[in-house]
Every structure is written in structure tokens, then in C-alpha cells.
């Protein structure tokens, strides 16, 4: 078979895996650096993994990945800078001033972006911003910056690297919806003020058979404001035991995900949430839930995999 990079390069898109920096040897490595041309650390880049405590960090998993990527030619998605999870715990048990606070949020992105300028083809500059209702979750940035955070993080990051994508990135954001239309009037009014907003990100944690119909047109509506979208998190969960029929209709969903992107120039591609059901999140946070990769347990490519390359 053709790598789906290859095919993937072919179309000018992006297809991506999110990768542990620990498993990039043997069978793991091999499949994620043949098939993919595009990795984003899935947690190594957190606030939490790299500045464990203040003022000390620890690149080690980050830097690894990276070079990873260099050594492949492959792309590197940055993830992420703000979000309400996976962060150190001085900085969430600390109580802070919006002053205080404003100054380790910009050191913060400073240190981070600076340390991977140039290296990096975008960034998750702000994870998950928004309630399902469309209104903002109040978090440890929001409720103490207030929610111009959104545009003082971007703003900070565009001066740390200039040539790097920035990205607001979200779930439940795939179709036309309350939490998608915040995120459009977001960006709108982002663009309209100038501050500096590259691209959408549409994580995409989808439930088998349930593909939003209005998934091309939500991406079409990002396009025409102006900026890229990417589907950043790809994967499709199933109640275990997987059978036949769930990986059929999973392989069905992976294409009709990737074909909404293919139809449009400014969907830059697709990074699934790991490229194997051993390494996936999705067992441990919705229990009896899984098989929601292209690959199998023991690397073999399922239906969902034939899928994305017939796609491409
Ligand atoms: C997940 C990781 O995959 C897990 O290993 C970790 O325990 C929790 O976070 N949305 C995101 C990702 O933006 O960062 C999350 O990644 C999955 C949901």
C-alpha cells in the first residue's frame, strides 16, 4: 500500500498522528514516520509537562518528538499553550492577580514558542475556549484576564514566532452548531481587529455513525473568513466490543471526515488522536468505549485506515 503521506502530499494536505515521545522506536516509530507527515505531541507540549515546577522546565518528551519530526521530514502541530487541563500545579493552586497572571501567561508562551521558533508549523495557541452553549468556559484564564486572554495569547505568540500558524482549537465544533457559531463570531471579530488568528482547529472526537452532516459546510464557513482549518484531533469511538459491522461504519466516517476536508482548499488536513488503538485516550476517559484508530492494537490497519487513504 501507499504510505498516506505519500498520497496526502500528493493532494498538498496534511495527515497527522499524535505521538508519545517514549513509544517512537520499533513498530510505533516506523508506522509513525512512514505514514504520517505531520505530528503533534499528544501530551508532551502541555504547561504541565514542560514547566512542572515554576521557572524549571523539562523539553526532554517535547524535543524528542521534534526532532523526530526533522529527522522524517514530517510537519510538528505545537498543543497547546492555554487550556484549562494539564496544568502545573503551582499555577493552578496559586492565586493571582490579573497583572500577575497576565505576566506568567506571556512569560509562558514566550519561553514555549521561542524555544520551538521556526521549527513548528502551528500552534493550539488556545485549547478549548467555549461552553456547548456558545458561551465562554470560565477558567483559571478567563475568569481572571478576562476573555480578551484569547487575543493577548495569540498576540503574544504571533511576537514570539512570527512564522508559525495560530490556531483556536476546539471539540463539538465539527457542524453547525451554538458552540461552532461562537467560535465563528470569535474569529470574525478576531480578524476584524486585527489580531493575528491563522486557523481553526476541529479536534474531532466523533462517536461511530454519527458524523456531523454539516461537517463541509462548517469548514467552508472558517474558509471564507479568512482562515485555515485543520481537523486536529481525529478519532472515532465505538462501545466495546468492536465487530464487523462498527468497523464498517467507522471506516465510513474516517472517509467521509477526510473528503469534507479534501473539498476544501483551506482545510489544511488531518491529525488523527493516535494512529493506534494501544495508544488512545479513549478507553480511559469514556469507559467500555474504544477502537476509535486506523490502527489495531497490535498495528494492524483496520477498515478506518483503507478508508483514509481511499480519501486522499
Ligand atoms: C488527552 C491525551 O491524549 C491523554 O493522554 C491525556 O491523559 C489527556 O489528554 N482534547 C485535547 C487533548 O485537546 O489534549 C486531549 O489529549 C484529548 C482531548
Same mark, same amino acid.
Given at each position: 500500500d501507499t504510505p498516506l503521506r505519500d498520497l496526502a502530499d500528493a493532494q498538498g494536505k496534511v495527515i497527522g498522528t499524535a505521538v508519545t515521545g517514549s513509544k517512537l522506536t520499533g513498530t510505533y516509530g516506523e508506522i509513525a514516520g512512514r505514514e504520517f507527515n505531520s505530528l503533534t505531541p499528544g501530551n508532551a507540549m502541555k504547561w504541565g509537562s514542560v &514547566? +512542572? !515546577?515554576?521557572g524549571s522546565h523539562d523539553w526532554a518528551e517535547a524535543d524528542r518528538i521534534v526532532d523526530f519530526a526533522e529527522a522524517h521530514g514530517q510537519q510538528v502541530r505545537g498543543h497547546t499553550l492555554l487550556w484549562h487541563q494539564q496544568n502545573p500545579g503551582w499555577l493552578t493552586n496559586g492565586s493571582w492577580t490579573r497583572d500577575q497572571l497576565g505576566a506568567i501567561v506571556q512569560d509562558h508562551i514566550a519561553t514555549e514558542v521561542g524555544r520551538y521558533k521556526g521549527r513548528l *508549523?502551528?500552534?493550539? =495557541? =488556545?485549547? &478549548?475556549?467555549?461552553n456547548e452553549d456558545g458561551t465562554y468556559r470560565p477558567t483559571l484564564f478567563h475568569d481572571t484576564l478576562g476573555q480578551d486572554y484569547i487575543a493577548q495569547a495569540l498576540t503574544w505568540a504571533r511576537a514570539a514566532d512570527p512564522s508559525t500558524k495560530l490556531y483556536i482549537n476546539d471539540y463539538n465544533v465539527e457542524g453547525v452548531n451554538a458552540k461552532s457559531t461562537a467560535l465563528y463570531n470569535l474569529v470574525k471579530s478576531l480578524k476584524e481587529r486585527g489580531v493575528p488568528v491563522d486557523g481553526v482547529g476541529l479536534q474531532a472526537h466523533l462517536i461511530v #455513525? %454519527? =458524523? +456531523? !452532516?454539516t461537517l463541509q459546510q462548517n469548514i467552508q464557513r472558517f474558509a471564507d473568513l479568512g482562515v485555515d482549518v485543520a481537523i486536529t484531533e481525529l478519532d472515532i469511538r465505538m462501545q466495546l466490543p468492536a465487530t464487523e459491522a462498527k468497523l464498517t461504519q467507522q471506516a465510513a466516517d474516517y472517509k467521509a471526515v477526510m473528503k469534507a476536508c479534501v473539498a476544501v482548499t483551506r482545510c489544511v488536513g488531518a491529525t488523527v488522536w493516535g494512529f493506534t488503538d494501544s495508544d488512545s485516550w479513549i478507553p480511559d476517559t469514556f @469507559? #467500555? %468505549? #474504544? *477502537? *476509535?484508530? @486506523?490502527?489495531?492494537e497490535n498495528y494492524s490497519p483496520k477498515p478506518a485506515y483503507h478508508a483514509v487513504a481511499e480519501a486522499l
Open positions: &514547566e +512542572p !515546577s515554576r *508549523a502551528a500552534w493550539d =495557541v =488556545v485549547n &478549548e475556549p467555549f #455513525g %454519527q =458524523v +456531523p !452532516s @469507559p #467500555g %468505549q #474504544g *477502537a *476509535a484508530t @486506523p490502527y489495531d
